[in-house]
């Protein structure tokens, strides 16, 4: 059954088209965004969500997305997403942070020219029907120094326009390196060394606690005399009532923004300043951005809806369509893993320890680790998927420690997952062969050769004769079919296993009667999912 798709904002037909021709089906209705009450009746009907900023996903509309398994967002913002909820729902949400990336960045630069001209305030006087030369003296940007905050995507851009403008750029980002920071042709700086230097500093950052009034009074009281700033990345980057004052005390020569602290900012105490240059909010406001980002969330939820491919998640390991066709087995592997263990476990888990040896240590480990951890929750909540899995695990405290080691052993590749309460530790490892298929490959250190089955029943007991017939003759009994069984020992005499795969799920009066016998130390029925 193809995967059914609502676009509940203004997408452009091509983008629309996308989905239809991928095998998706579409329904568009760009106005249902703004009625909240009938795209909650809806959405339960749909596997994805395609958006832009007028649809508010909230946790109430996520109660009744009982199918959705993607929201995505054509543009970088995600605002009106509630992702937190998302992820517990296990959600994933997109965005579409490069489409609009050029777009931005001309913008940002534009403002800049704007505001070193004072071009917006000599255009209206000149309408005005006055001819005040003299009064709009600007500054050249040639040779004068750029303070880019946020050398990323959009902020790297900003850095090569301004290197061929032919001014001096200084930058400042935790995370970039000496290697990129020499591509860009820009000098790597500490904030407030940045904050010293600059004649003009652009803003190129998200808005995160760390982030929220990177500019602040003290911030600005560092700057240079005479500097003019540039916000085309998001509201509440700048204290926007210092600002104010360092326009009006003539500290900050001019600002260019885009964003506010509110919007729509219909009112604002920097409006009519001299030399504020304001527009609301057009970063991606071309008609090549509003396309790109329109096709780019069609090509990147039809991805993901039809091969597993994940890309610009918020809130999940991106995982490339090459990557989900190499890694499918093990992603399947990883969550049998997790399944077995949180099967196998009634105490609650204080840690997860996952071991990648082999070429499966070079694999979207995130990915991987998240398989297993939705394994280990699902057998307390069959809910639980990939994206919320972390969530859950996060909330109840478990510690995932992930460790991977060159090739060991027989296998070329393998998985060791073990598990750890305040009681005992349980381990299990597995791998994939050339089928493809996964096996377990050592339980509580036994070596064995074990598919997975979808009705499987595990025991464990001392190495003595008569425990096959035993197995077999109380399934026999209670009109239970072994398909097939695998058998392992530490040595003879010593701990041995015992898997059964069964043609169908056994009740507890199975379970019962084992246990009854004395001769198991443990005997537990498990339900894989196979598909």
């Known amino acids: 059954m193809a995967p059914r798709v609502l676009v509940s904002d203004e997408l452009s037909e091509t983008a629309v088209q996308i989905f239809r021709d991928r095998g998706v089906e579409v329904d568009y209705m760009p106005k249902l965004g703004k009625d909240k009450e009938k795209l909650a009746e809806i959405i339960g009907q749909y596997d994805g969500l395609a958006i832009r900023s007028a649809t508010k996903v909230t946790e109430k509309l996520l109660e009744n997305a009982t199918n959705l398994k993607v929201v995505g967002r054509a543009g970088i913002g995600v605002d009106n997403v ?15 942070p490069f489409g609009n990336s050029i777009t931005t960045a001309e913008h940002a630069i534009a403002m800049m020219f704007a505001v ?20 709009f003296m600007g500054v050249e940007l040639f040779n004068k120094t750029l303070g ?95 600002l104010v004052d360092a326009l009006k005390s003539g500290h900050v020569a001019g600002a260019a923004l885009d964003v506010f602290e509110v919007e729509p900012a ?48 918020l809130n999940m390991p991106n995982v490339t369509a090459e990557q989900a066709a190499i890694m499918g087995p093990w992603i399947k592997l990883a969550s049998h893993l997790g399944a077995f263990i949180g099967q196998m476990t009634e105490e609650p888990i204080r840690a997860v320890n ?91 250190g036994i070596n064995i050769d074990a598919e997975v089955g979808r009705h499987m029943l595990y025991t464990t007991n001392d190495d003595v004769p008569g425990i096959i017939g035993l197995l077999g003759m109380t399934m026999g009994k209670n009109g239970v079919n072994i398909a097939n069984f695998t058998l392992g020992r530490s040595g003879v005499g010593q701990d041995a296993i015992a898997i059964l795969y069964l043609d169908q799920a056994i009740d507890a009066k199975v379970v019962d009667t084992l246990e009854a016998t004395g001769m198991f130390q443990q005997v537990k029925p498990l339900e894989f999912d196979v598909a």
């Open 266 to 313: 219909t009112a604002n105490p920097l409006f009519n300043m001299p030399n504020v240059v304001c527009t609301p909010h057009l970063g991606a406001s071309t008609t090549e951005a509003q396309e790109n980002v329109a096709l780019q969330v069609a090509e990147q939820m039809s991805d993901y809806l039809l091969t597993g491919a994940v890309s610009n998640a």
């Open 82 to 96: 509630d992702i937190p909820a998302a992820s517990k729902k296990g959600v994933i949400v997109m965005n579409t």
């Open 116 to 135: 070193a001209r004072q071009i917006p305030e000599a255009n209206a006087s000149t309408h005005a029907g006055k001819w005040e030369k003299s009064k």
């Open 354 to 444: 996952i071991l990648y040896d082999g070429r499966v240590a070079d694999m979207n480990l995130a990915a991987l680790n998240q398989a297993v951890i939705a394994g280990v929750m699902k057998a307390s909540n069959p809910d639980v998927n990939l994206v919320s899995a972390p969530i859950v695990a996060k909330e109840r405290g478990i510690q995932v420690s992930t460790t991977k080691q060159d090739k060991t052993g027989t296998f070329d590749a393998y998985i060791k997952v073990t598990m750890v309460t305040d009681k005992r530790e349980r381990s299990v490892a597995g791998t994939c062969f050339a089928d493809g298929k996964p096996r377990f490959i050592q339980i509580k």
């Open 148 to 242: 880019v905050i946020g050398a990323g995507n959009i902020g790297g851009i900003v850095c090569d326009r301004a290197v061929g403008l032919k001014m001096k750029v200084v930058a400042y980002d935790p995370f970039l390196s000496d290697e990129r920071a020499k591509q860009l042709g820009v000098t790597k700086v500490e904030l407030d060394d940045l904050l010293a230097r600059a004649d003009f500093i652009t803003l190129h950052v998200p808005l995160t606690d760390k982030t929220r009034n990177i500019l602040s009074a003290e911030n600005l009281a560092k700057t240079r005399k005479g500097v003019r700033i540039i916000n085309c990345a998001r509201g509440g980057l700048i204290d926007e009532a210092a």
